[in-house]
């Protein structure tokens, strides 16, 4: 499996690290309650298609991407920038 | 129809003509007392333990491809009770004792074999860590014993211990784990659990959940609408779809495990080996094909095969630990999709819809756990009451923070099991 990086181009899977469902870019408020944290921290949709995921270019630039992927082929549909500038 | 020595001898003086379909592949019915969605070891299990212990037996099967086709099919076979966490410890001595006796309870050879599983220690903190272990599952009741590096030289020639990377101090020895045939295991209870009176229905979709007012009334399935009056979600890496069709999210991500065997060899290794140091362990099946396997791929995944760099880890690992495995041409590979859960710990509980039951997040391990998941999951099922080996397995303990069973004390957190 390849994941295009928007800043360094088509790379191995090898060089990512994976953080799971990109669930960790909406952060509850800290006085949102223990059901919305529960949410965030452990409740998954988990589909058996498409799932926008974290990944981190840990052995190339570093930067935290916002991975569009078929959980099922593999198949990789969007990468952009986590932080949104690409 | 029983199998015995003497059927056995007659039948094979006779032609092997009179043996006959294990179980019955019967029309559903339009209404049960309770559904169970997923044919897999755990459902057949518990099954059989409703109709055998509870005398429950006006109960359905529903099964989407074919009996066993999923995970118990898939797995490396391994048995053991060697856990060390309260709440699993107790569940998992329950399962061994459950496998002990398994093969009369059910009348079917499921070659159970107890040949003994040794976790090789690479250094004196792993040596004190297993040493702690071993005397916390001989307090749980269960058997370990550490052996010194001769001892283990002398049970498993195999290994190179003299220029490996990692240097074998010893090991903690679990005599009564082992390897069950996997297959078997799921055909034992279905046959069991048919002949009891439960239809086992193949080819059976669920295609939705009837909630009305927050109670369960049945399900839609592809062979018609089922009535039932308890529905049990048993469905592991398949869980979190399933459990949609109710409204419910579970604290579940499906990944991908994989595992390995090379072609048959003679007899040469007795016991089943786990390399700690490499995330790899290893033990030869009775058809001589040496299974091994390693860590799950580490991204979400329903392929129920796997990626490159994983194979290649587990190549080095087993060249590492096993040089001599070099020579061995690999048969095939092949992955299984784990319901992993938060804290590496499987949950057995109700939900907030009425008659609603869920059995899941079985992760790496759940084939071990076949007999108890189905024993204790029936006792829920039946009597409304969690078992007392999984009073702690609660769906709700992500968000209370209590019971959390922590199995490899990386906090409770996708990901890090």
Aim: neutral net charge; hydrophobic residues 35%; charged residues 20%.
């Amino acid at each position: 499996m390849r994941i295009v990086c928007p800043i360094c181009g088509a790379r191995d899977r090898r060089e990512f690290y994976y953080q799971g469902a990109a669930v960790a870019l909406e952060r509850p408020a800290p006085d949102a309650g223990d059901a919305a944290w529960d949410d965030y921290l452990h409740l998954r949709d988990n589909p058996a298609g498409d799932l926008d995921e974290l990944w981190s270019h840990d052995a190339g630039c570093g930067a935290w991407l916002k991975v569009t992927r078929n959980v099922s082929t593999h198949e990789v549909k969007a990468v952009r920038l986590a932080g949104g500038a690409s | 129809m029983r199998f015995s020595g003497l059927k056995i001898l007659t039948e094979g003086l006779t032609g092997n003509k009179g043996w006959g379909p294990h179980w019955r592949s019967p029309e559903p019915k339009p209404e049960y007392d309770i559904v169970l969605i997923g044919g897999g070891g755990h459902g057949l299990a518990t099954a059989h333990y409703l109709a055998s212990v509870h005398g429950i037996t006006n109960v359905a099967v529903l099964e989407k491809g074919y009996l066993g086709g999923g995970n118990v099919g898939r797995n490396t076979t391994i048995v053991r009770a060697n856990y060390m966490l309260p709440g699993n410890s107790e569940f998992y001595s329950h399962s061994l004792k459950l496998w002990e006796g398994l093969e009369e309870d059910l009348n079917f050879n499921v070659m159970h074999s107890q040949r003994g599983i040794i976790n090789l220690v690479h250094s004196d903190g792993q040596r004190d860590a297993f040493v702690r272990r071993g005397n916390m599952m001989r307090g749980q009741g269960d058997d370990a014993e550490m052996l010194s590096p001769d001892e283990v030289r002398r049970l498993l020639p195999m290994i190179d211990y003299d220029q490996t990377r990692f240097p074998i101090f010893g090991g903690l020895y679990h005599k009564r784990g082992g390897t069950a045939r996997h297959d078997a295991v799921a055909w034992g209870f279905a046959r069991s659990a048919s002949d009891r009176g439960v239809d086992l229905i193949q080819q059976c979709e669920v295609t939705g959940i009837d909630v009305e007012a927050g109670v369960v009334r049945g399900v839609q399935t592809t062979r018609g609408p089922i009535r039932a009056k308890k529905v049990g979600m048993v469905a592991a890496g398949r869980s979190s779809q399933v459990a949609a069709m109710a409204g419910l999210r579970l604290p579940i991500e499906s990944h991908v495990l994989q595992a390995f065997v090379t072609e048959g060899l003679k007899p040469c290794l007795d016991h089943v080996v786990t390399y700690g140091m490499g995330h790899f362990y290893i033990s030869q099946s009775d058809k001589g094909g040496l299974v091994f396997g390693g860590d799950l791929d580490m991204y979400a995944s329903y392929a129920s095969r796997g990626n490159l760099p994983l194979a290649e880890h587990v190549a080095e690992a087993a060249m590492t630990l096993m040089p001599v495995l070099g020579k061995a041409r690999m048969l095939r590979s092949w992955g299984g999709v784990m319901d992993m859960s938060p804290d590496g710990s499987f949950i057995i509980d109700r939900t907030d819809i009425e008659g609603l039951f869920v059995n899941c997040g079985w992760c790496y391990g759940g084939f071990k756990a076949t007999p108890a998941s189905g024993h204790t999951f029936a006792h829920l099922l039946a009597t409304g009451q969690p078992h007392e080996t999984t009073v702690r397995h609660r769906l709700d303990r992500f968000r209370t923070g209590r019971g959390i069973m922590d199995e490899e004390a990386t906090g409770s957190q996708h990901n890090l099991h």
